[in-house]
């Protein structure tokens, strides 16, 4: 591997400046990294060294000095496509001692919409930095509609653009009234709000560094603002929800963003919940509440039952902090279109639609599944809408509710937004399985979304730093990768363009 | 205000170990027996009892089915001998609509009478069957909701079964001249059904008796099944009627309601058994078909003041070939009977492949005034689906031998979970009472819709269901 490795003991030093936009080889945090394929090797080995010698990912090791091999690292391996370079191992090895087949684990991990696939290729991607190059699918899941099965119409030529001048940046303060700064980030993507407590204070503030390095955002929750955020406030939005856990004046004042959580995509209707279990002392100070106590949040803001109501709560922001741009989160009802025209009379600068397939720390199973619409319908919906009372150019609209990859992240835009947030992307580069059981007990046995001292200790904050540099770093290429080809310079010319769109359940299938 | 219906949970632990999802595989050829062995660490104990377990003849293997599957040990372990699979027994579960998903939340609820939450996004499928292809909506700033089950307003499931008048009619005298009928209000838009898929002994629709007798519900039981010891829940009970209604006469005079197939001399059946009971709510139990609209309006035309529509175990029209799934039949009956006029004079019940709440809710803003469960009754105290019953051999989880009482508590606890998620979705909707969600499609959007008025515009027209099939 030609990447630096990741030096935890010196990045310590500096936990609380904004890491620098390198990537660095942040490996797999367990003993055993799972991989798709298990390389097996038998007794009959002869120790002969052929397969290191034939293996172009370096799965067989035998260090300096030693008799024995290690462990084969099958997490490297690309299985059977190396026969198609001719170094599959097994057939090279003159005792046919070597066996390669499909990780049972492999065919145990994910579900339809994050496939075992698009967990390796994220956890691939945050470990180089680079997009995959093996034969894992790290585009699209298998729930067979919507984002999975839109696909780009790359032209056959593609056209002559030098990858380094293309821009994936975008505004996120785009009123004419130029009463607030303009808010640039360098990556048409950022981080949803997971709360203090939801997640553990390691995962927050890798989250708000990585977003430092890339000059972009990522959100406090409901949770409040804990301290150790103070250094990169720059990069961070607060939240305000219904239940206004941890909202004071400072941490509105300190933000440049500030979001309403109308609703969350996961559980649309339905209040935040955080499992008494998970209300540690640290989180019950920060909330203002007692330990052990399960939190609910109303819904929705008893405050507000119209769109008067709702510009009154944007007002007051505005005049608590008169230089933060103000985000509306809401999910998808059916008349979403008319939820964020409003929005933006109420003086929103962000509309920041959760579509119905979003993450969650605890919701009902009921609420996860069925209730409110897919992101990938109420997208085109809204850019349409706005666009025809004439004022899509002053808002900016950002989607989430499933967005997984950089391909979910075009093509969300080529529907219509701006940009895109997300969350459990970053949460799966971190080492998340999806095993859904991050509600119960001492909450994740990973150490990523729990409040539990011993579990927290599973990652280190460099580590996770660096995971995320590195995811962003991949999804950076690939959108880069995809403006090149259909030779475009700015990620803002790809907006809206569904005509760079096809659907694999329609009947024109016309080529670019 | 009234006082808040509820109904009372506690926990009922299962008699059967549970089918875990996933079990880990543990190669111990190679242990190396290290004193910090990983599965010390396990934070969920799955391991604790290993080694007692292990000498156990009976299902030694069990305990690697309690894994939460959070990988932790087999990535940790110090010479990777742990690996995970999925349960393949798990994975037998069930057939295609009853899945082993649905079982095991079925289970959870019944155990605890909880509703099932989780962690991270759904999973499943963009789109699926029936009521798979439709999506519940929700309220937001431009209309108030609900506090659902944790807030203080108070959100009413109650539902009617009988006939109400349009209107008072008089004589000549001012008298009133139709006295209107019987009419039953039950707290929760769920019946239990006969579950006739299956061979199951008599303990099973005792228990269905005996919790709908707690919850001020009603439980449809087949007529000749109706021995002695119902008689403790008559007044639950809805016996259904095969032929003649004077095949069980005692019955008539004790319950509330009754139920008679549909056929020709329907109508005179009725009229029968209301002779012996005037005080008698009848309904009428007819197959689910591509008639079924017309037979709606027909039978409510002649007096008929409760219509039972039953499709098959997988919620489909009972047709050969193309059969539509009850959601989509359902829909067509009621607007029928809005068209002429009729919808609010019967009562209009569904039953068929109703295996989790959200199918209740979906299954009501369909048009249905409530729904008929049956085989949820069955996998609430435990029934595996393996059919056993059919081919007459022992049942593994020895349905026979079951305690009434704790079988009735498991049935309430998922009743109880099932009504918590119907105010949850009700709240989210901003509804105050399940009476208003019947027919309410404007709370509801159809996969077919959103994919015409959103891409549509985009990607034109739509692969037809044969075209895709052929594809692939």
Known sequence: MTTAQLDVKSEAQKLDAIPERIVRWAEDRYRNPVGKYKVWRGTSCIMCGKCVEICPRGVHVKPEGYRRFLRPRDDFCIGFKCKEIGRFCPDHCPQKALRVEISPIYESLGDYRWTADLILSTWRMAETGQVPDGDLEYKVGASGGGFDRIHFRFPEVVPDVDG?????????????????????????????????????????????????????????????????????????????????????????????????????????????????????????????????????????????????????????IKQVNPRAIISVKVSTPVDVDMVAVGSYYAGAHIIHLDGSYGGTGAAPDIAKKNIAMPIEYAIPRVHGFLRSEGIRDEVTLVASGGIRTAYDAAKAIALGADGVVIGTTELVALGCIRCNNCESGRGCARGIATTDEKLIQKMTLPWATQRLINLFNAWHTQLVEILRRFGMRSIAGLRGRTDLLTHQDYEDQRKA | MPKKYHIPTRPAPPRFKRVGKYGIVDRREDCSACHNCVKRECIYDCYKDEDGRLREIDGYVDYLYECKSCLSCVQSCTKGLLSRKVNPEFAALGDDTWGPDIISTTWYQAETGKIPVSGAGYGGRFVGEGFDSMWTDMSEIVRPTRDGIHGREYISTAVDVGRKFNRLSFDRNGELSQFPPGLIEIPVPVVFDDVHHLNLPESVALTAASAAQRMGNLAIVSSEKLTEPFNRFAKAIIPLYEGSVRANEPWLKKVQMIEVYDGDDVVERIGEAKELNPSLVVGVRAKLDRRSAQRAVELTRRGVEVIHFYADAAGREREHGLSRHISRATREVHLALVEAKLRDEVTLIASGGIALPEHLAKEIVCGADLVGIDMPIAIALECRLCGSCLNGLSCPVELDRIDIGYATQRLMNLMGAWRSQLLEVLGAMGLREVRRLRGEVGRAMFFEDLERESFGPIFGKRKTEERMSAAT
């Open chain 1, 164 to 316: 380094g001048e293309i821009s994936t940046a975008i505004e996120l303060n785009r009123r004419k009234e130029n009463d607030r700064p303009r808010v640039r980030i360098d990556i048409p993507v950022y981080g949803g709000g997971m709360s203090f407590g939801s997640v553990s204070p390691i995962t927050m503030l890798a989250r708000a560094r990585a977003c430092g390095a890339w000059n972009t955002f990522t959100c406090t929750g409901e949770g409040g603002y804990p301290e150790r955020l103070i250094p990169f406030k720059d990069y961070v939005i607060t939240q305000v929800a219904t239940g206004l856990f941890g909202v004071r004046e400072d941490t509105i004042q300190r933000a440049r963003i500030v979001e309403f959580k109308y609703a969350q995509g996961a559980k649309p209707g339905l209040g935040g919940h955080l499992l008494g279990d998970k209300v540690t002392l640290a989180v019950a100070a920060m909330r203002e509440t007692i330990p052990g106590n399960a939190l609910f949040s109303p819904f929705p803001f008893h405050s507000v039952y119209s769109v008067e109501d709702h510009k009154k709560h944007v007002d007051w």
